[in-house]
Each structure stands twice: as C-alpha cells, then as structure tokens.
C-alpha cells in the first residue's frame, strides 16, 4: 500500500475501537485511476451513497471524497502511474455493542494501490475460472453492496491459493451462478448477452453497470436473469468485467470451454471506442 | 475499552492493511469473568476453533489464548470485578485482494470491558422484544459462528435506537425467528421447550449450548426446530439468553404478551444451581 490518508493526515493504523474492525460496520470502493483520471468514479460515488442509506451513514459532500482520492494519489509515489485507489467508509468509533445511532457521521480511509498487473496473454486467449465450493448467502439486505463483511469472498478466494484459475465463480445454495469473487460475468448465446440476476446477493460491479449501458444503447438484447451452472456449457462465449482489468474473455470453467471470443472481441471493442466515464483529475 | 494486549503489548491501534478491517476476515469471542473466573469458557474456545477451521486460520494454544485473557484482566483496572473479555482473532496483515494462504497464522486483540449491567428488575418482570425489519441471510457458510461480519446484527440493533426495547429478534426471509441480536430465544408450550433451528443462520450462543445441555440433563423435552413469527402467540412462556445477562423472561414481543414465567423460573433456579462449566483464573 502507498499512502493512505484520513483527515488530511497520512495514517498508518486505526483504532481497535473503529466499528469497521469491530464488525465490518462500512464499505469500500476500489477506482481505477488512468491517465490521470478516476474511471467510472460516478457508479462508485452512487453505489457508496446507497451502501451508506442502507448502513445509515452520513458521508462527506462528493466534492470532498473526489478531493480526498486525488489528493492522496497526489502525494503518493505512484502520482502520473496508473494506481488503485481504496475507500473505506466506516461507522468510526463505538462502545461495546452492535447499536449506535442512526445517520452516524463515517470515518474514511483513502490509500493507493499499484495498478494490477493483467498478462496481455489473457486478454487475447482468454482466462480460467473454476466453480467455487463457497456458496454466497441469498436475500442479504447488503446484496450488491461491497460492504466491508467480505468473507464469502474471502473464502471462495482461499479455493483458488495454489491453482492456476484466473477467478472462482460463486453460486447461491441453489446452483444459481452469480458472480466471480472479483468480477461480474457475461455469457452469449447467438444475439443474446445474459448476465445473473443480483437481487439477492452478489455484487453489482461498476464495471458491469457500464457495459449495461454500452449494449443497451446500441440495441444489443441484454437478459438479466437467473443462470444455473448447469446451463453454462450451452452458451457460445463467456467474459468477466472488473473495475481494474475491465473485460477479459473465458476460455474455460472446469470442463467446460469456449473456444471462440469472435463477439465478445466485438464487444471490447465497443467498449474501447465508447467513452467511459471518467472523472479529471 | 480497558486494555487491550496484542503480542504482550498495550496497543490502541491496527494497521490498516490489517484483513480484519479490510473484510471482517476473523471471529470474535466476548466472554463473561465473573467472581475471578472465566464464565464458559470451553464452550467459547470451542466455537472459535470452530471458526477458524471454517476460516483457515491457525490460532495460539488454548493455553496461550486463556493466558492472554487473564493476564490482559489482572493489568486492567476491572481487576477483580465483573468484567467482560473480548478477543478478536484476525488474518493479521495483508495484501488488497481477497485471496490470502490456507491456514494463515491469526492476529489476536485481548481488551477488556465491564461487565454489562441490566437492571435487577428485568430478572423479575421479564423484558420486551420486538420483531426487527432486518432479515438474516440464508444458507450462510459462516451460519452459527461469530465472525467479524456483524452488518446484520448492526443494522437489527440501530432499529431499536430511541425505543424502549430490550432486544430485537431477527428472522430469515421465510418468517422463521431466528435468535435476537445479541441472544438465543426459547418459548415454552406446556412440558416442552422449543428454540430455533440454527443451520442456515443465526449464532449458536454459548449460554443456548450450556442451557440445553442443562435440560437435557433433567430430561426436559426440547425441541430444535423452525419457528415462526406467527407461532410465537400459541407459546406460554418465552425467554431469552446471553453470555452475559445468562438468562432473561420475557413479558412482551410486540403484540404479544406473556403474563407468567412459572417455568422459565424453574429454569432460571436449576441454572443458578447446575454448577456453570467455568475455568478459575
């Protein structure tokens, strides 16, 4: 970690007391910065604010988180590289107990990241994925939020410690597919994009939000529905979208493979020519 | 907070890079000392263990972990009174991302609290509950545990912010009660005594294990199953119990009310008389 910032003071520890330790009373977002811009920072600005209504949280004004971020990237050693930027929002300190008052004023933590490195290899020949034995828990209130209470993934993740997988698919205790550990997926069948339902639990990437848009507006048929693990060997291609490697191809799940990216290589390059949305720093 | 020992040093802060932060990636324990003693304390020890093999952490030896609590308590000012033992493990330090080593050696956080205090008069003319809105996802991995994923019991306990009730009781999304936000709930119906399932979710309290292991002792007939909500009216007693307030009736859920606690007395007398499983100190 390069640099992390809280009241305009760099800050290497919190205290134990901080509810976030305590029971994982907040959230994060994880932004992209390239080229000296925070990509797609207006879907994590609306998924935080809505984490936060959910939590009951009151967070500083937008201006100032933005400020934060770019002031932390700033004095950091990775200024002018592309970096990661990290919030953390949390309920701050607290007594003993899970209680405390509704609309609690947020503590926030910004810090910076190297950028990750993605082998280009992958997004020409397209990466791994395994089905994880780790089961997400369904009708979460916290469903599509990225909450700081990360075991699922956590656990899915410790799966793939030693493989060669690129990411571990997760599903509901239904067989339901519902997303990567740290991606959002698509799949094709003939003009058809589906990608699961995330009503009841996963999380609804920023990334996935913008390649949404993208189809929707040049009239590619999106289906939003359930998929069962099942089914996944009828589709003709499979990808995976994060806010980092943005979209990267799926060549194979466990025995399953798809061999070719003919229309997943379209939409790439649909969303390489389509202005993502960016925010100047 | 009073005290809080991490490696045999006073410490107030964590890294921030610490996992526990980052995604409640640990457990916690909160254990009752009582007259110098350590209230349940097998029963805690074994639900943690429980929870880092489900978790992949390696833990100290019991020996060391109960050493650290004691030795934590005696530094304390709390020394020699009622107090409350918290320890949080953790995965200790690491990189971003979710993914981390099977079996990761644990941090561990020893502080002390004082001993929670409930009004001598609730003992006597029970307490009131109420039916939260927040529901507990199901099918959960960590189901039972108590993990430093507490979102749900954060946001159960803010309902109750401004009321007068003492605790809240959670549901799954299909009506069944699962226990309240920090106790295990029991109902009587003539010569039994029925208290929810816990497979899917809820957590398995120390003081239920010790209670049910009591009654069965004394050949009361008990029932582990669903309960739900609307069943709640046809029970003729109800109470509730925690490791800390060990056991409390209840005269009230909402609409419902429970005008004897004849056998939950009982209870309460062949508790206070069954020798409590306790580890002097």
């Given amino acids: ?48 604010k809505k984490g936060c209504k959910i939590l009951s ?11 934060s971020i770019i002031n932390t990237y700033h004095d ?11 919030i953390i929002i949390t309920a701050g300190k607290g007594k003993r107990g899970y209680g405390r008052k509704k ?25 791994e994925l395994t089905l994880c034995k780790t089961r997400l828990a369904v009708n ?6 990225k ?27 239904e067989n339901n597919i519902i997303c990567g550990t740290m991606s959002n997926i698509f799949f094709i069948k003939e003009n058809k994009i589906y990608t699961p339902c995330l009503k009841k639990c996963g999380v609804r990437g920023v990334m996935r939000r913008h390649l949404l848009f993208c189809l929707n507006k040049l009239d590619f048929l999106v289906r939003i529905q359930p998929i069962k693990a099942g089914d996944m060997q009828y589709f003709d291609e499979a990808f995976i979208v994060n806010s980092q490697f ?5 060549k194979k799940c466990d025995d399953i493979k798809w061999s070719t ?8 390059s649909l969303m390489a020519s389509n202005n993502i949305i960016e925010c100047s720093i």
């Fill in 57 to 67: 949280l009151k967070i500083p004004s937008d201006d100032f988180l933005k400020k």
């Fill in 76 to 86: 950091s050693e990775l200024n002018h590289s592309p970096a990661i930027a990290k």
């Fill in 1 to 48: 970690m390069y640099n992390c910032f809280s009241n305009n003071n760099i800050i290497n520890n919190i205290s134990i007391e901080d509810r976030g330790l305590q029971y994982g009373d907040g959230l994060f977002e994880t932004i992209a910065i390239r080229k000296g811009k925070l990509r797609l920072w207006e879907y994590h600005l609306s998924r935080l």
């Fill in 103 to 127: 609309n609690t004023i947020s503590s926030e933590l910004f810090s910076i990241f190297p950028a990750t490195q993605v082998d280009p290899i992958n997004y020409k020949n397209g990466v």
């Fill in 147 to 173: 909450t700081l209470n990360r075991l699922e993934q956590v656990l899915a993740k410790i799966e793939l410690e030693g493989t060669h997988f690129f990411e571990g698919l997760t599903m509901d205790p």
């Fill in 246 to 250: 943005g979209l990267l191809p799926v």
């Fill in 140 to 145: 979460s209130i916290t469903a599509g939020l």
């Fill in 261 to 268: 990216f003919k229309r997943t290589r379209k939409i790439m």
